[in-house]
């Protein structure tokens, strides 16, 4: 399967900075990508998918002015956080698939703790 | 639309053991793939086993297998001799043109094996 990093690992920062995270593929070209977020305890909820060059689609609920997605290339994505606020703080996944393909893979997610 | 539905949210067995996750799903597509996906403590998703539906035959990738009953819309995953690696939270989804090459999502089983 694909190799997928994602960048950082655990960011923790104040009230209404941004955060910036970034999702690689490391040895695929990823036609598409998707931003999760996921509770403890729970299972994954998707939030926006993104394909290269073009923009993202938000899933009803996701306030795209405050998620902002970037998929410049095959091989990068990033979610920025904008004027971050403590309910943001979750867990946060990439995935990333071909063009048309049934599989995902997924990088290692991101621990955001927003103070 | 499409639902995947894991009723056992905990499920606990004796390392060497044999314990079966039951999966059911539904989708008007004749044509969809099925997977099991397992989260350890790490929280990296792994793919653990993927389903074609139009593929009579059950996948297998070593210890764990699938029962893929496509009539009764039922994917339940079989791991044999289980490990204590294989203690993570399993969960099943579901791909179809129609969700918009999206995965959904069942809510996980959490699988503790018990030394």
């Known amino acids: 399967g694909a190799v997928v990093s994602q960048h950082p690992s655990r960011v923790i920062c104040k009230s209404g900075t941004s955060v910036k995270i970034e999702c690689r593929s490391l040895?695929?070209?990823?036609?598409?990508m998707f931003w999760y977020r996921q509770f403890p305890k729970q299972s994954l909820m998707l939030m926006a998918t993104s394909n290269e060059g073009s923009k993202a689609t938000y899933e009803q609920g996701v306030e795209k002015d405050k998620f902002l997605i970037n998929h410049a290339s095959l091989t990068l994505s990033t979610l920025t956080v904008t004027s971050a606020h403590p309910e943001d703080s979750s867990f946060y996944i990439c995935?990333?698939?071909?063009?048309?393909?049934?599989?995902?893979?997924f990088g290692p997610g991101t621990r955001l703790t927003v103070l | 639309a499409q639902t995947v539905t894991q009723s056992q949210p905990e499920m606990s067995v004796q390392e060497a053991e044999t314990v079966t996750l039951s999966c059911t799903y539904d989708t008007s597509e004749n044509n969809y793939y099925l997977f099991w996906y397992k989260q350890p403590p790490s929280r990296q998703m792994i793919l653990v086993i993927r389903?074609?539906?139009?593929k009579q035959q059950n996948a297998t990738e070593n210890r764990f297998s699938v029962n893929f009953q496509k009539a009764a819309k039922s994917f339940s995953l079989k791991i044999s001799d289980s490990q204590l690696g294989d203690t993570a939270m399993y969960f099943c989804?579901?791909?179809?043109?129609?969700?918009?090459?999206?995965?959904?999502w069942g809510a996980g089983t959490k699988l503790i094996i018990k030394p």
């Open positions: 040895d695929f070209q990823a036609t598409t």
């Open positions: 989804a579901l791909f179809t043109k129609d969700s918009n090459y999206q995965l959904i």
């Open positions: 995935s990333l698939s071909a063009s048309g393909s049934d599989t995902q893979y």
């Open positions: 389903q074609e539906a139009y």
